[in-house]
């Protein structure tokens, strides 16, 4: 999938793995211990470089997370994540340094080459016995998919969506949400897994499939070459899943990054970038 206005391509691998149906989980931190609060400031951070951070992203790394394979100029999502979380532990801009890596080689058990990684780790039981997760740095949606052309390409409501032929993988959160969300006259068609409704999708057996947003931005400005990424579904109390920064097993740096994120998400911060990146200028608006 890689983007036309916001993606660019080989991005599957990375995405899909974010977090794909049920295999998230509302847990949000690695092993950061306890409730107490930690002191967190460069002169205490055991970090790699000493008063440095070294923050990793993909190789390379795409809109609408970071704009232009540029995390150092702060523009996109995850980007101005970063720096935000970086200011919140005492750090300037200037003292954040960007190195690459590879999606499957660090949630891989082994000692890492950064003190965190951002780029769509979905937060999972299973990943957490191999890496540590901070809090959640981003609720992660649901949204529909489209072609232009299609009877439900200019939906702006959940109403809108009501009679369409919609589908989405079998025993993903993403079929629960259009039960729950939109609850469709027509009972969703069931696909074995998201090729096979990109493929539905694209052979018009259905007017639109739902996925996560990451898969959404890939599979409408990637896979489709008419691709139209309508909107979110409102996310719902029990089907909360995350993505958080990743740091190695057992970091020193875990319960501080977490408070950095979870001070971000009390003052607003976070909600204020996700609507920046992820939902005005992505085009991604929330449906109701």
Do not use: H
Not at 63 to 85: H, L, M, N, Q, R
């Amino acid at each position: 999938m890689r983007r036309s206005p916001l993606v660019l391509i080989p991005v599957a691998a990375a995405l899909l793995l974010a977090a794909c149906g049920s295999s998230t989980t509302p847990s949000a931190s690695g092993s950061s211990t306890g409730s107490a609060s930690a002191t967190c400031s460069p002169s205490s951070l055991q970090t790699l470089v000493p008063g440095k951070l070294t923050a990793a992203t993909g190789n390379p790394a795409y809109s609408p997370w970071v704009i232009d394979d540029k995390p150092e100029s702060g523009k996109g999502f995850e980007a101005a994540v970063t720096y935000a979380v970086a200011k919140k532990l005492g750090y300037t801009d200037a003292d954040v340094v960007w190195i690459r890596t590879g999606f499957d080689e660090v949630i891989a058990p082994g000692p890492k080459k950064f003190d965190v990684n951002i780029q769509q780790f979905g937060i999972t039981d299973e990943r957490k016995k191999a890496v540590d997760f901070s809090s959640g740095y981003y609720d992660l949606s649901q949204a529909v998919v489209t072609y232009k052309g299609s009877p439900i390409e200019k939906a702006t409501t959940l109403a809108a969506l009501k009679d369409a032929k919609l589908g989405a993988a079998v025993g993903t959160t993403s079929l629960d949400a259009i039960n729950a969300s939109i609850q469709p006259t027509t009972a969703p068609k069931v696909y074995g897994n998201n090729d096979d409704a990109v493929a539905g999708l694209k052979a018009k057996q259905i007017d639109g499939i739902v996925v996560d947003l990451p898969t959404a931005f890939y599979i409408a400005f990637g896979e489709l070459d008419n691709g139209v990424l309508i909107g979110q579904l409102p996310n719902s109390a029990d089907q909360k899943e995350q993505l958080g920064f990743l740091l190695a097993k057992g970091s020193p740096l875990t319960q501080c990054v977490s408070q950095a994120v979870d001070a971000l998400r009390a003052d607003g911060t976070l909600a204020k970038l996700q609507d920046q990146w992820l939902s005005a200028s992505a085009g991604a608006p929330v449906l109701s």
